[in-house]
């Protein structure tokens, strides 16, 4: 909506160059939104992304505690067997 154009055609009278001031600023306003919303939505999309990496470092210490907690238990047990399966004197 707004142009260099070299000046080969341009308002003259009061009226047109108001006209073309009000199209100018309006153009220049639309690429603006239009350059927002895109900047918005790759931000957006590396938020997300960024969510999706903190909770899957939240679900992993969750699922090491919980390997944790079975190792031990796992080892408790293998100890009772042992002792169990150990003859008495």
């Not at 939104?33 to 992993?60: G, M, N, P």
Request: glycine content about 6%; overall charge negative; charged content about 20%.
């Amino acid at each position: 909506m707004a142009t260099v154009a070299y000046g080969d055609y341009f308002p003259v009278t009061f009226w047109g160059r108001v006209v073309a001031m009000v199209l100018m600023t309006v153009g220049v306003g639309i690429f603006g939104v239009l350059a927002r919303y895109l900047s918005a939505t790759f931000v957006a999309a590396d938020k997300v992304e960024q969510a999706d990496i903190d909770l899957a470092r939240d679900d992993l210490a969750a699922v090491k505690g919980a390997l944790a907690t079975t190792q031990a238990e796992l080892a408790a047990t293998k100890a009772l067997l042992e002792e169990r399966d150990r003859p008495h004197r």
